[in-house]
């Protein structure tokens, strides 16, 4: 069988696949370039490995209270190495993103203080966290106050109203770093910095915290590198390289990763306990893996927006702009777009293949949904998986791709799935 044949055998049309491999050709550039960037942060993460002597003794499994587990805590030395951090909290217990956010957030705020988001409405499932969405235990219910300036209508910082947002008690400040699946753009790591050298100007003293979801290895630089005091990140995303099954990190300033730590666990016991039941081979070398994982994923929302671009549809970010995070979004103006669309990306996963998403009623959304997820991990967004609401303008959302030759699979896919469906004019 010759490669146009092997993709005959998986249901991919010579007409897709002439279309696509000519867009790719032309990509050759720019995948040049997102391969240097893997390289500079593959070096980097074998320094930091290299430095903090990781061993195969790392890899053993601890148990119960989990003291002196040398492997966490050498993982976690690598994390701040890695990111140029004091200290660092990379567990299993770190459920999520989510909860890796609240760690961060509830442990650094006492009632009283106030929580600034600068950039507008932060991630659906910090609405709860905060506050914003009336929850139960959210930081609101325990006297934190909550303030937002909303981006300027160009997407950019407003800098007057930021000014005169820092208050007195305003005691963290919350930077997403990625646009999640909002309207607006991502931040570059050079962006964040300047907004937090503002703040600063403005209040020494104040956190400043970047959820950093999506963002991870997509630069050579990371906001702990300009300013940031806390980076917080999920690894069933970019760090985690597809191998992590679960967890979360905090990586920041000494002073910030202990008071995070003691509501991780409890006052008085912290960082010291917390078994690593034997997941910590696949944090180190998930770790490990990560920047060729991000640089494939990159690929793949850059091939997309091309593709897509192509054939007429609204792509965002465009074909041509510099990424900052791992997220597509492309705009079909029609429900039967969107869920052929995620039909192809689930057509093209090496788990569930088989399966045929459909748009449900979910919890907390106003429309139904579509989900492809063909993932080794679940939920995990690493790994090649797309949603989109079935409301207009009927935009997908989607990211990842632990191989790039899966990324190009799934996009092409989808474009057989639309084309199946007459839904493309060539
Ligand atoms: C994914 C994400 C989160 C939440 O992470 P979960 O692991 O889904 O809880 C928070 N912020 C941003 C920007 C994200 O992309």
Same mark, same amino acid.
């Given at each position: 069988?010759?490669? %146009?044949?092997? $993709?005959?055998?998986?249901?991919? *049309? ?53 003291? %002196? ?9 690598? $994390? ?62 325990? @006297?934190?106050? $909550? ?21 007195? +008690? ?9 646009? @999640? $699946? ?54 069933? +995303? ?57 640089? *494939? ?12 671009? +192509? ?52 919890? @907390? ?62």
């Amino acid at each position: 069988m010759n490669t %146009n044949e092997i $993709y005959q055998s998986l249901g991919i *049309s010579s007409k897709v696949l002439d279309f696509c491999e000519e867009v790719e050709e032309s990509l050759k550039p720019r995948f040049e370039q997102i391969d240097h960037t893997a390289e500079y942060n593959q070096m980097k993460v074998i320094k930091a490995m290299q430095d903090n002597r990781v061993s195969d003794v790392h890899f053993a499994a601890t148990t119960g209270y989990g003291y %002196n587990d040398l492997g966490r805590d050498t993982l976690e030395q690598v $994390y701040a190495h890695l990111f140029h951090t004091e200290a660092a909290l990379v567990r299993p217990n770190l459920i999520s993103g989510t909860h890796a956010l609240h760690v961060a957030l509830s442990g650094n705020l006492r009632p009283g203080d106030e929580l600034l988001s600068p950039v507008g409405k932060p991630y659906d499932t910090l609405e709860e966290v905060i506050g914003i969405r009336e929850s139960s235990g959210s930081l609101k219910e325990y @006297g934190v106050s $909550y303030r937002q300036v909303d981006l300027l209508s160009d997407g950019t910082f407003d800098y007057e109203a930021i000014g005169t947002a820092i208050k007195e +008690k305003t005691k963290l400040v919350t930077i997403q770093r990625s646009k @999640g $699946y909002d309207p607006r753009p991502t931040f570059s790591v050079e962006q964040i910095g300047k907004l937090i050298s503002f703040i600063k100007s403005k209040k020494p003293d104040v956190i400043c915290m970047v959820d950093n979801c999506y963002g991870e290895f997509v630069e050579t630089i990371e906001p702990s590198d300009v300013g940031a005091d806390m980076i917080v990140g999920s690894l069933i +995303k970019n760090p985690g390289g597809g191998l992590a099954p679960i967890g979360g990190y905090i990586a920041g300033k000494k002073a910030c990763i202990e008071r995070a730590s003691y509501r991780l666990s409890a006052p008085g016991l912290g960082r010291e306990v917390g078994a690593s039941l034997g997941l910590n081979t696949a944090f180190y070398q998930g770790l490990f893996l990560a920047p060729t994982v991000v640089a *494939s994923a990159l690929k793949g929302a850059i091939f997309a927006a091309n593709v897509y671009e +192509k054939l007429g549809f609204s792509v965002v970010p465009d074909s041509r702009e510099e990424r900052f995070d791992i997220i597509q979004a492309i705009t079909f103006g029609n429900p039967e777009g969107v869920i052929a669309f995620c039909q192809g990306i689930q057509a093209a996963a090496p788990v569930d293949s088989f399966v045929t998403p459909e748009p449900l009623d979910m919890p @907390g959304y106003d429309a139904p949904v579509i989900m492809a997820a063909g993932a080794f991990v679940q939920g995990s967004s690493i790994e090649l998986s797309a949603d989109g609401p079935i409301k207009p303008p009927y935009t997908v959302y989607f990211q990842g791709g632990l191989t790039w030759h899966h990324a190009k699979l799934g996009i092409m896919m989808s474009l057989q799935k639309m084309d199946d469906k007459k839904l493309l004019f060539w």
